[in-house]
């Protein structure tokens, strides 16, 4: 009796390990959902001998909603529906909430609406890969004011979000598992590079469950670029370094939660000034059901 139980107890074990997940999405049709990324953040710039600290605090939040949805894809309409932050430095302090009719008529208001007003519908493959993007009509980030970009791409950055609207071939924010089949322990390597910037992603599964696939990852970001900003020229150089972890919903095998620390040293070279920076970034990425 003993031995049969241990052979039972052997047996149930490897079928835990033995537990298998491959890259495709089942995106429930008429679902919406809230994609919440927060994001706090800390730095210090050296400017003319003396070292500046600051702060940063962010919320937004997205939805995404699944108009149709079948074995082969789905048709996700993108919002954003608010922007809330806090920034501290210099000794002065800035808010902002897009809630506000005041905040979003406001300097702040006006650089961030790109960001504010990107909304687009996309297609996206059974993987989550992009196959086609229609920005809504009074999307202003179809504009091509590469000054006007710069800045808001340098907001954006110090609050943590991506504004740019996707393009054809990209991955979707549900695109996390490659196209084959994992077990637990294994490993994969995602790489993109566009437009000076480099980006190395190891991601090794660390466990599966009945119900969810737990992943831990390293991330590398290299930028290497020069912008307009204010009618000059500016060199910006930085790398990030983050480690975190993703949990992704098995039975549907969308993004439940994305967690990182990133740690940057940056510089930014400009009318014969040169400011290194460093910084360090906590990040929470969740999607749930609206």
């Known amino acids: 009796m003993k031995r049969l139980i241990l052979i039972?107890?052997?047996?149930?074990?490897?079928?835990?390990?033995?537990?298998?997940i491959n890259g495709k999405i089942s995106f429930p049709k008429g679902k919406k959902y809230e994609l919440i990324t927060e994001t706090k953040k800390t730095s210090t710039a050296e400017m003319m001998g003396q070292a500046m600290e600051s702060s940063v605090s962010s919320t937004l939040t997205e939805s995404f909603d699944i108009e149709d949805a079948s074995a082969n894809g789905a048709t996700i309409e993108h919002k954003v529906k608010r922007l809330v932050f806090t920034a501290n430095g210099m000794g002065n302090s800035q808010s902002f909430d897009s809630d506000k009719e005041g905040d979003r008529n406001g300097e702040m208001g006006k650089m961030l609406e790109k960001s504010l007003k990107n909304k687009y519908k996309m297609t996206v493959d059974a993987s989550g890969t992009i196959t086609s993007v229609k920005t809504d009509d009074d999307n202003p980030n179809t504009s091509k004011n590469a000054e006007e970009e710069a800045v808001a791409g340098l907001v954006s950055s110090q609050l943590g979000f991506n504004i740019n609207t996707p393009k054809n071939g990209d991955a979707s924010i549900f695109k996390i598992l490659p196209n084959k089949e994992l077990a637990a322990g294994d490993s994969w390597t995602d790489s993109a590079s566009a437009n000076g910037q480099k980006r190395t992603t190891v991601y090794k599964v660390k466990t599966i469950t009945d119900t969810d696939v737990v992943l831990d990852y390293t991330e590398d970001v290299n930028i290497n670029t020069t912008q307009q900003i204010m009618g000059q020229d500016a060199s910006i150089k930085s790398d990030d370094k983050a480690t975190g972890q993703v949990t992704i919903d098995k039975k549907t095998g969308l993004l439940k939660q994305k967690t990182a620390t990133i740690d940057t040293k940056a510089t930014m070279e400009?009318?014969?000034?040169?400011?290194?920076?460093?910084?360090?970034?906590?990040?929470?990425i969740t999607l749930k059901a609206s």
């Open 8 to 20: 039972a107890c052997i047996g149930l074990s490897f079928h835990g390990w033995a537990q298998k």
């Open 270 to 284: 400009a009318q014969g000034m040169s400011i290194p920076t460093t910084a360090k970034t906590t990040l929470t």
